[in-house]
């Protein structure tokens, strides 16, 4: 049985602080979105954008994403990220995972329930994380925060609402 | 229930009694703020809330240096004028958003304003729930006018004493961000009696700077100071409501700060939480950078000071000191006044309003094995340039009087000349 809201996937695991620069670095905005997220991890993981493939989750320590209001998330998505797991996110960097569409969650305690490369499944409804037997209860994502993932982000649901015309999904 | 600073503008932009921390609540947006960036990937909307509450400012990347920017520019022109938005800050009327909002009043006490960059909680300092809501989300806000916020808990600072010569707001910040770390999910309120001796930049530079330690709202009250700079920019007092907290307030902390006992801090590269030490304790490096701009510290004051420091003295050989005024408004006030003079004879070079260097896009990009010591707002690995060049953070008086001596110093005993002269 799949619920649309629980996402499993392979994991890699991230520190704490990881900041929006070290996965969007500045001469970055200077390309589009493919060649941009070519990028991700630059310095901080070189080639890990060889190795990451559609589905997987990126799982990261406290303050994720502290930084800028760099889109990241375009990104990841364009890499094929399936989800972001995080013990603690940055709340501009929150808002923009789930306003371009990739769900996010917080699981405080993360990183004691995974380790690179282990499978994770996390329920965003009715907010819960699991690892092999073990399993955390977490607080789920607001259904204001489900819908506009259900739409895939924040521009998708603005054509369905009629503010944008059908090519404004795109970005 | 008491509410906090923030809780407070957030309930009466909700239509709500009372707001608290922890619940989501959908908000009136006051003023929403679009910048150059975002017309890179950008689709005209088909109808928007208001013009009168949207602004665009062209500032991160201004005059264009690459095609892609280049072709923003027509578009953003393009959609001001079919939609009717009169406040467009176009090249030459350009400007850091940050600042151009404040030149222009566009942030006023009680209200809430949204704009797409992170440092949009530089606003706080006029008593505004300001924060960066990123490029998606503010066309969302262009559009429907509104957007929702989760209140965070709000962690309180009192200030007390006076803030001694020498020592400004990024002092001030520094030394919170070394002594309390990051505030990840939190509204910072600043008060307290020391405030009055806290001029309304350096507000600014403290609030700008709460995005580096993760917070998410940082209020300060509509004082005296505030409401006078508010009327030289074009807000009258019955123009806005101001929001003070409520006695009794539930706060996750109060932290007091004596100002009167603050000395010059510097942060160590790579972050600024648990990373910022007083002066005196940092290590002697040999500078190849110094650069002082950005939304936090390239307001006039920072360029006042600067000018104070570097007149009659030159840049250390071997350092490249890069000025950036943090918008045309700055630039002529500063060219009036003289400063820029000062600072081009001490061998700085004075650069074109934008974000420029601060982001590591253009004009004064890093490169490896660099050292740089910047007024500006992030020190992150990479952010100015090479991820192996080193960031140190201070006030621009500290990064002035650094450009000087080649490695990071005390601004006091320059600016001590200046005094006993
Ligand atoms: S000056 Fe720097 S921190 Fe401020 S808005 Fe520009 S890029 Fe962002």
Redesign the pocket.
């Known amino acids: 049985m799949t619920d649309r809201w629980t996402i499993t996937g392979r994991t890699w695991v991230v520190g704490d602080s990881v900041d929006t620069d070290a996965m969007y670095p500045g001469y970055a905005m200077k390309l589009d979105v493919p060649e941009a997220a070519r990028h991700v991890f630059y310095a901080l993981r070189p080639r890990w954008v060889d190795e990451v493939a559609p589905g997987d989750i990126v799982v990261a320590g406290r303050n994720f994403g502290i930084g800028?209001s760099r889109p990241v998330a375009a990104l990841m998505r364009h890499l094929g990220v399936a989800a972001l797991v995080a013990e603690e996110f940055n709340s501009l960097f929150l808002r923009n995972a789930i306003n371009n569409g990739l769900p996010a969650l917080t699981v405080p305690g993360v990183r004691d329930l995974v380790s690179e490369g282990e499978e994770l499944t996390v329920d965003l409804e009715h907010g819960w994380a699991r690892a092999g037997d073990r399993r955390v209860d977490v607080a789920p994502q607001p259904p204001m925060v489900l819908d506009i993932l259900a739409a895939g982000g924040l521009l998708p649901r603005l054509v369905a609402d009629g503010y944008l015309p059908a090519e404004g999904a795109a970005s | 229930m008491p509410m906090t600073m923030i809780e407070k503008i957030l309930a009466r932009s909700a239509g709500l009694e009372e707001v608290h921390a922890g619940d989501t609540v959908v908000a009136e947006v006051d003023m929403n703020v679009l910048?150059d960036l975002q017309f890179a990937g950008w689709v005209t909307p088909l109808r928007i809330a208001d013009p009168e509450r949207t602004a665009i400012v062209l500032?991160?990347a201004v005059p264009a240096p690459t095609v892609r920017d280049a072709d923003g520019g027509p578009r953003a022109r393009r959609f001001a004028r079919d939609f009717g938005i009169d406040r467009f800050f176009d090249v030459g009327r350009h400007g850091?958003?940050?600042q151009v909002i404040a030149e222009n009043a566009l942030a006023r006490p009680g209200q809430v304003l949204t704009c797409t960059?992170?440092?949009t909680c530089?606003a706080g300092a006029y008593n505004t729930a300001a924060r960066g809501i990123g490029p998606a989300e503010v066309v969302g806000v262009l559009c429907t006018g509104r957007t929702w916020f989760t209140v965070a808990p709000t962690i309180r600072y009192e200030l007390v004493g006076e803030l001694p010569v020498g020592v400004g707001g990024k002092d001030v910040f520094l030394h919170i961000a070394g002594t309390w770390g990051d505030a990840t999910n939190h509204n910072l309120e600043f008060g307290g009696e020391g405030l009055a001796s806290v001029p309304m930049n350096e507000r600014r530079t403290i609030a700008?700077q709460a995005?580096e330690i993760s917070a998410d709202f940082a209020t300060f009250p509509a004082d005296d100071v505030c409401r006078r700079f508010l009327a030289e920019h074009g807000a009258g007092p019955g123009e806005y409501e101001p929001a003070d907290p409520d006695p009794g307030a539930t706060y996750a902390a109060v932290r007091t700060v004596d100002l009167s006992a603050l000395e010059p801090h510097v942060a160590r590269p790579g972050s600024v939480s648990g990373n910022a030490v007083p002066i005196s304790q940092v290590e002697t490096r040999r500078l190849d950078q110094c650069f002082i701009?950005?939304?936090?510290n390239?307001q006039l004051d920072d360029l006042r000071i600067a000018a104070e420091i570097l007149a009659g003295r030159t840049v250390a050989e071997g350092v490249r000191l890069i000025v950036?005024p943090?918008s045309q408004q700055v630039y002529r006030d500063a060219l009036r006044l003289g400063y820029l003079g000062t600072l081009a004879d001490a061998g700085a070079v004075v650069t074109n309003s934008?974000?420029?260097a601060?982001?590591g896009?253009h004009m004064g990009v890093l490169g490896a094995g660099e050292v740089c010591l910047t007024a500006?707002?992030?020190n992150f690995r990479g952010r100015m340039g090479s991820p192996d060049a080193e960031i140190y953070m201070a006030s621009s008086a500290t990064v002035a009087a650094s450009a000087v001596a080649g490695r990071p110093v005390d601004p006091r005993t320059l600016l001590d000349r200046e005094h006993s002269a």
């Open positions: 800028s | 910048i500032d991160h850091i958003c940050h960059d992170s440092h530089a700008t995005a701009g950005s939304c936090a390239g950036t943090a934008t974000c420029g601060c982001f896009y500006s707002t992030r």
